[in-house]
């Protein structure tokens, strides 16, 4: 089955500065990459998807990007906030609808 | 707020009990998945309904069983429960079923969760 890779497992940057998460995937046949938002006490939050037709997508400070020859799409926030400290995990699925999930990342933006 | 609503919040047991945890999925949605986070595990996918039936099977345990009634809220059900079962249990729905047409990406609204602690 799918099997998805999530680095770093920590992050740490200073207010202003870019984060960048990766992830690897190893089933072809997914063509969906959402990635979530996890703060403490509540659950996941969709913040940006990308499907496996498109090799780019932004929205504001985040974008994704995805290489599917390589199998492997990334997560970059720009200009980041210490409101951006959470628990990020990225996610691969294919059309029979099993979801698997990173093991998450832990940014923390200092002030 | 994602509108997909769960309850309990909070749920303490003991070994050997059964609990039943609810969800309500956003208007419109006709999927609910269930999964269960733990720390060791991270998060895992453990069954989806649609509509009412079930649609896709995860890594869902034979003591765990779940069903999605008319109006489309969603039970899980937790049987002879062991002390690895505690863990933080989360609900997410979708217009779709993820596998056709429009609704062949899944895109998933999480709930709050519900946090189950066996003792």
């Known amino acids: 089955g799918e099997n998805v890779e999530q680095h770093p497992s920590t992050l740490s940057v200073q207010e202003g500065d870019s984060a960048v998460i990766k992830c690897t995937y190893s089933d072809s046949a997914s063509n969906y990459f959402p990635w979530y938002k996890q703060e403490l006490g509540k659950g996941p939050q969709l913040i940006i998807d990308?499907?496996?037709?498109?090799g780019e997508k932004k929205d504001q400070r985040i974008a994704v990007t995805l290489n599917k020859t390589a199998k492997h799409f990334s997560l970059h926030i720009t200009e980041t906030q210490p409101e951006d400290s959470a628990v990020y995990f990225c996610a691969a699925s294919k059309r029979n609808n099993d979801m698997r999930f990173g093991a998450g990342t832990r940014l923390t933006v200092k002030p | 707020d994602s509108g997909v609503t769960q309850t309990p919040k909070h749920l303490i047991t003991a070994t050997g009990q059964r609990v039943t945890l609810r969800c309500s999925p956003r208007?419109?949605?006709?999927?609910v998945y269930w999964y269960q986070q733990s720390l060791d595990q991270g998060l895992q996918f453990l069954i989806q309904?649609?509509?009412?039936?079930?649609?896709a099977k995860g890594n869902i345990l034979e003591r765990f069983s779940a069903q999605q009634f008319p109006d489309l809220h969603s039970e899980l059900n937790l049987s002879s429960l062991e002390l690895g079962d505690s863990a933080l249990y989360f609900c997410?729905?979708?217009?779709?079923?993820?596998?056709?047409?429009?609704?062949?990406?899944?895109?998933?609204?999480f709930g709050p969760g519900t946090r189950l602690t066996v003792l």
């Open positions: 990308i499907r496996s037709n498109v």
């Open positions: 997410a729905s979708s217009v779709g079923d993820g596998t056709s047409g429009r609704n062949s990406y899944n895109e998933q609204f």
């Open positions: 208007s419109g949605d006709l999927s």
């Open positions: 309904y649609y509509n009412g039936e079930e649609r």
